[in-house]
């Protein structure tokens, strides 16, 4: 479970060696896309109850090192890197590395490999209303940049389990104030 809630991101960088346990392919996507096996459960279940198979679609999941290096790299050369430092993150720095984040779009509309469009739609809105009853979290908020490090990505969730993710929609947290949070109560209990 722990492993749910780990931080990865620029300030908390994944050690070279940790791997994701074991990954699967997800369903409802038009490309192989892996996810830890617990994520891809919660995913599809998410999918099918929401009936919004033929509407949302898996952009991305599980990644090596060397595809976040190269996805860096091509985001340099086409947006810069003031762009890019806001929606790419290094490598060893992407959740994405972990098995635990997904980028959701709207089926048929994707044209834009680091920003797509997953917002201003009746599905949109509807998975981001229930995603917390599955685990998922929406990583990067608007208005939290100061505190993530990232702009706002209305595509990018980040699985984080029950109840964390309905602690942390319910209280408009990020995973950082979520972490604060835990160490706060951690500190108070002992």
Not at 6 to 25: A, E, G, R
Not at 43 to 60: R, T
Not at 182 to 189: F, G, K, P, S, V
């Amino acid at each position: 479970m722990k492993t749910y809630l780990q931080l990865i991101s620029k300030d908390y960088p994944l050690n070279k060696k940790q791997t994701p346990p074991h990954l699967v392919l997800a369903k409802f996507t038009d490309h192989d896309v892996y996810l830890q096996p617990e994520v891809a459960k919660q995913w599809e279940q998410l999918v099918q109850v929401l009936h919004l198979e033929e509407e949302i679609c898996l952009l991305d999941g599980y990644r090596t090192e060397k595809e976040q290096r190269r996805l860096w790299d091509y985001s340099i050369k086409e947006n810069g890197l003031a762009y890019t430092k806001q929606f790419v993150a290094l490598p060893n720095c992407s959740e994405h590395q972990s098995g635990l984040a997904i980028d959701v779009g709207l089926k048929g509309n994707q044209e834009d490999l680091i920003c797509p469009r997953f917002r201003d739609s009746p599905a949109a809105d509807i998975f981001t209303q229930h995603m917390m009853d599955y685990g998922f979290i929406l990583r990067y908020p608007q208005d939290k940049q100061a505190i993530t490090g990232i702009g706002y990505e209305p595509w990018h969730f980040r699985y984080v389990g029950l109840p964390h993710s309905q602690i942390i929609a319910h209280q408009g947290w990020t995973l950082e104030e979520y972490h604060q949070y835990l160490e706060q109560i951690t500190r108070y209990l002992a």
